[in-house]
């Protein structure tokens, strides 16, 4: 039986289907993913054509039927479609998407996955924010919601302040460095900035994960954390990855242990640190 159910949600993804058809993929609020065929989207002048494009935001009216969706009406509610005009935030944009799309389903709800990823968008239309440090914070904000959180408040060994802080990507943890000399392994010396700046992706509210800043080299560790993070813990590579490293930004390599320290330069400009 079909019945008509009304959403808001997020396209992330478009593939086109027959002469005049498309498949998009939704981000709901309430954090599902779903496949919606637009019948005719694709012909001249097709009315709702403008509130489902990629990277729009839209109140969307739905036939359901079996588990799948058919697209009935469509209205507007933000669109973002702005960042294809840059080509770097579009290639970042269409990594979000997809580790978005990776880390949701359509069984378990996550909707803080389609919140950060309106807000990441969102930073990225803006251009206040440097690419790389959105990026980061999307990654491992994006993680941690999915259940892949790090832990950072106490060391995972002692249980003490974990300072001077020490991290690794596979442990998913920071330790201080007495317990890294006796664990032995592959720790990462965190600068003050990259650490205070992890702490803030982490605890602060969804609206403020991107309202911070960081110099260098503490930017360059954190990028290299966060994506070496992604990486590991996803198990896989992502083509929308190697297409934005193959555009402007090389593929950072994690710091070997003992560099990158110093720094302190880490500033965040919300009030949930
Ligand atoms: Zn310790």
Not at 211 to 228: D, N, R, T, V, Y
Request: proline share 4%; net charge neutral.
């Amino acid at each position: 039986m079909q019945q008509h159910i009304n959403i808001r949600g997020l396209v992330i993804r478009e593939v086109d289907f027959g002469d005049q058809d498309r498949y998009i993929t939704v981000l709901t609020d309430s954090g599902v993913k779903i496949e919606v065929l637009c019948r005719g989207i694709r012909r001249k002048g097709a009315r709702l054509a403008a509130a489902v494009r990629l990277f729009c935001y839209a109140e969307l009216t739905l036939y359901e039927g079996r588990g799948k969706y058919t697209l009935n009406d469509a209205a507007l509610l933000s669109s973002f479609w702005d960042v294809t005009q840059d080509i770097e935030a579009y290639a970042l944009c269409c990594y979000f998407a997809e580790l978005a799309s990776l880390m949701s389903d359509s069984d378990e709800p996550l909707p803080a996955v389609t919140r950060l990823m309106l807000y990441a968008l969102r930073a990225l239309c803006d251009k206040k924010r440097p690419l790389p440090l959105v990026k980061a914070a999307f990654e491992l904000r994006l993680l941690a919601e999915a259940g892949f959180a790090p832990q950072l408040e106490a060391c995972g060994a002692c249980g003490g302040e974990p300072a001077p802080p020490m991290f690794s990507i596979q442990e998913g943890t920071a330790v201080c460095a007495a317990c890294a000399r006796r664990l032995g392994g592959a720790w990462t010396a965190l600068s003050g900035g990259t650490f205070a700046a992890m702490r803030h992706i982490l605890a602060s509210g969804l609206p403020k994960v991107f309202s911070f800043s960081l110099g260098e080299p503490s930017a360059g560790q954190l990028g290299a954390l966060c994506e070496g993070y992604t990486l590991y813990h996803t198990e896989r590579g992502f083509a929308s990855l190697d297409f934005y490293h193959s555009l402007f930004q090389p593929a950072m390599v994690v710091p070997k242990r003992g560099k990158g320290a110093g720094g302190g330069e880490g500033r965040t400009d919300g009030q949930n640190r």
